[in-house]
């Protein structure tokens, strides 16, 4: 009998109804006495991007699929070792494609012809030395890279930045909550809520580069700044 009740207890706990469970998870409600001001705001900060990625690598043709891929994997590794002599670390340097597709002829009412391969193999690098990319895209033309696009210009660690935007949004919702209760002939009781609803900046797209070798040694890089950029969704209580 004993094992019974057990068993029955268990049981009818095992199908509680999910209200009754719903009520042991205690829920956070806040009411507000006064008016309700809900308003969003947005802080800036701008700094001069400090780190700059381009896309690099090299495209080969042959007859053969074996013959496209060797021809890549061989200019490939001058290509790496000019980036590795102009200083950048093996951390910065990462493949970013690998890709062999098949060539054909077309002709009007023949089936196509295969002429061959195309094989394709890239890399992304990063670099800091944002002047030295002429320099770098000239030895990278000159050891093979036959496809080169970028820079694209970024901040490295944009945290601190960011921290600078919030500052200012939160700086900037609290006085237009204080205004408006001025206007209202009221006052700011408490903050409610907040909410962050923006929190990155956009890099400027890859801009391209010239192919030849003596225009990319040319090349000068303007860094400009980038502008970055938090909202903030804020609420008040006015009474």
Same mark, same amino acid.
């Given at each position: ?78 290509? &790496?070792?000019?980036?590795? #002599? *102009? $200083?950048? +670390?093996?951390? @910065?340097?990462?493949?970013?494609? %690998?890709? =062999? ?64 935007? &919030?500052?200012?949004?939160? #700086? *900037? $919702?609290? +006085?237009?909550? @204080?205004?408006?209760?001025?206007? %209202?002939? =009221? ?53």
């Amino acid at each position: 009998m004993r094992h019974a009740r057990l068993a029955a207890l268990f049981l009818s706990a095992s199908f509680l109804p999910a209200a009754a469970v719903a009520q042991q998870t205690p829920t956070i409600t806040q009411t507000i006495a006064g008016t309700r001001l809900d308003l969003s705001a947005t802080g800036e900060s701008t700094r001069v991007p400090d780190l700059a990625t381009i896309s690099t690598g090299v495209v080969t043709h042959s007859t053969t699929a074996s013959g496209a891929i060797q021809q890549a994997a061989s200019r490939m590794e001058r290509v &790496r070792a000019a980036l590795k #002599a *102009a $200083g950048i +670390a093996d951390r @910065d340097i990462q493949t970013s494609n %690998l890709s =062999l597709n098949p060539e054909y002829r077309y002709v009007e009412n023949k089936p196509p012809q295969l002429t061959g391969y195309t094989a394709t193999n890239q890399l992304s690098v990063r670099f800091r030395d944002i002047g030295a990319t002429g320099k770098i895209i000239d030895a990278l033309v000159g050891e093979g890279a036959n496809q080169i696009s970028g820079p694209n210009l970024t901040i490295d660690k944009p945290e601190a930045a960011l921290d600078e935007a &919030r500052t200012k949004a939160a #700086a *900037a $919702g609290r +006085a237009r909550a @204080d205004l408006y209760a001025r206007l %209202l002939g =009221l006052r700011v009781m408490r903050v409610v809520s907040v909410s962050e609803s923006g929190g990155g900046y956009s890099p400027h797209p890859p801009m391209p580069m010239m192919m030849a070798r003596a225009q990319a040694a040319d090349s000068k890089i303007d860094p400009g700044e980038q502008k970055l950029q938090v909202t903030l969704g804020m609420t008040f209580e006015l009474q």
